[in-house]
């Protein structure tokens, strides 16, 4: 590789690195396999740069790739005791962060391979198309993993949004707002768009 395709590739890593960690995360839900997933497809892409036509397209599909397998491997559903400990988070007073706290959370509770199938469609914008491209699977199944991964999305939330009042006798139930997911900005309008 000369110098004008090495400096090519270290621009290519600065701008990309901090998104494509991002979907590495939102795909397996560990920051460290995320790293992981990130600098392995990297160091891939290294050895091919001069050879890979679309780097953006190729690095994309090795991180959702190694994020999914890694998350997938026996040693990785070990959990710590430490993980038992609840979580402590604070109040976010414009309540974005907390949207995003609990979409993050119910996310979690998605299938990885679903998840995946989410990220790539609703916060990538991927097409049906470049998400079976990515995952390495045909566009069919990643309409049924859309959509068997929203419909694990829309219980998890409702059965977050469900609130018991109880004020003297009386017992009611009522929803919060739902969390916005997809380009339309609800869990229904992201299930449109499969």
């Given at each position: 590789m000369d110098g004008d395709d090495e400096d090519g590739f270290r621009e290519f890593v600065r701008v990309r690195f901090d998104s494509?960690?991002?979907?590495?995360y939102l795909t397996c839900g560990d920051w460290q396999i995320a790293e992981d997933a990130v600098a392995g497809a990297?160091?891939?892409?290294y050895l091919?740069?001069?050879?890979v036509a679309s780097p953006d397209a190729y690095v994309r599909t090795m991180v959702v790739r190694?994020?999914?397998?890694?998350k997938r491997r026996p040693w990785r559903r070990e959990?710590?005791?430490g993980d038992l400990l609840p979580d402590v988070a604070g109040p976010d007073l414009s309540g974005d962060v907390d949207e995003r706290l609990r979409l993050r959370a119910a996310l979690q509770k998605v299938p990885p391979r679903q998840r995946a199938v989410l990220v790539l469609r609703f916060l990538e914008g991927l097409s049906v198309d470049e998400t079976a491209e990515v995952l390495g699977c045909r566009s069919g199944t990643v309409k049924s993993q859309c959509s068997r991964?929203?419909?694990?999305?829309?219980?998890?939330?409702?059965?977050?949004?469900?609130l018991i009042h109880t004020e003297g006798n009386d017992h009611g139930l009522s929803r919060p707002r739902r969390a916005g997911f997809g380009s339309a900005g609800t869990t229904a309008g992201a299930h449109q768009h499969r």
């Open positions: 494509l960690r991002t979907l590495a990297m160091a891939r892409l091919r740069w001069e050879r190694a994020a999914v397998r890694e959990r710590s005791a991964g929203l419909d694990t999305l829309r219980t998890v939330l409702a059965a977050e949004d469900i």
